[in-house]
């Protein structure tokens, strides 16, 4: 699987939006790009994953940039709920595989 | 909603004991993970069974660890004997069979059993 770079850790304002950037220069073409979280003393939570195309879904949105070496993960209006440790994970669609975490991005949403 | 269960939540044991840890995945899931994470770290893969079979093991030091699903549903990991570097969270997590998941590969994630080993 294709080795992803994120920040170690961000913060963000509740109620303003929170960009999360993945940085997966190496991807291959048949490669996803999953986001998880894990909240403090919970086990991980799939929030979206997506090709090439922007995805959107009830919990956040997905950009993907052309080249596909790069995205950004976007909570619209964060939360205090939204503080977590926030997992950009690239894979190949070949069925059911473990899933690769690196360090992630602790994501801290400031009242 | 229908979630993995973990039992028990905590276990504090002392070195060289052995313990073990329960997970029943959302019915219906063929693929069951189990996995370590350490403090600060990401969780890592120590065995993926498809039904009652192993797929991969290759990450479980098969010297302490040992981990079953017989019949398909729940399964056991254990550890005998514990080491002090045996500390951790152990997850466990499911999914269902390819084509029924509303995404490509989700894994659902039970709540995990914080091991301590003193």
């Known amino acids: 699987d294709a080795k992803t770079t994120q920040p170690t850790s961000m913060d963000c304002a509740e109620g303003r939006a929170a960009n999360l950037p993945c940085n997966h220069s190496t991807i291959s073409g048949n490669e996803y790009v999953y986001w998880y979280r894990q909240i403090h003393s919970q086990g991980p939570q799939y929030i979206i994953h997506g090709l090439k195309n922007n995805e959107t879904n009830e919990m956040a949105s997905l950009i993907i940039t052309e080249d596909r070496k790069s995205s950004t993960l976007i909570l619209p209006h964060a939360t205090l709920r939204d503080t977590a440790v926030y997992y950009c994970i690239v894979r190949p669609d070949t069925g059911r595989r473990a899933l690769t975490f690196g360090s992630g991005t602790r994501l801290q949403v400031q009242p | 909603e229908a979630e993995v269960a973990q039992s028990p939540r905590y276990k504090i044991t002392e070195k060289s004991q052995a313990v073990a840890f329960w997970c029943d995945p959302i019915?219906?899931?063929?693929?069951l993970y189990w996995y370590r994470q350490i403090l600060g770290q990401g969780p890592e893969l120590l065995v993926q069974f498809q039904d009652e079979s192993v797929v991969d093991d290759s990450q479980l030091p098969k010297d302490r660890f040992s981990a079953e699903r017989l019949k398909g549903v729940d399964s056991t990991l254990k550890i005998q004997p514990a080491e002090l570097g045996d500390s951790a969270m152990y997850l466990c997590?499911?999914?269902?069979?390819?084509?029924?998941?509303?995404?490509?590969?989700?894994?659902?994630f039970g709540p995990g059993t914080r091991l301590t080993v003193l």
């Open positions: 997590a499911s999914s269902p069979p390819s084509g029924r998941a509303r995404s490509v590969d989700e894994q659902f």
């Open positions: 019915s219906g899931h063929a693929t």
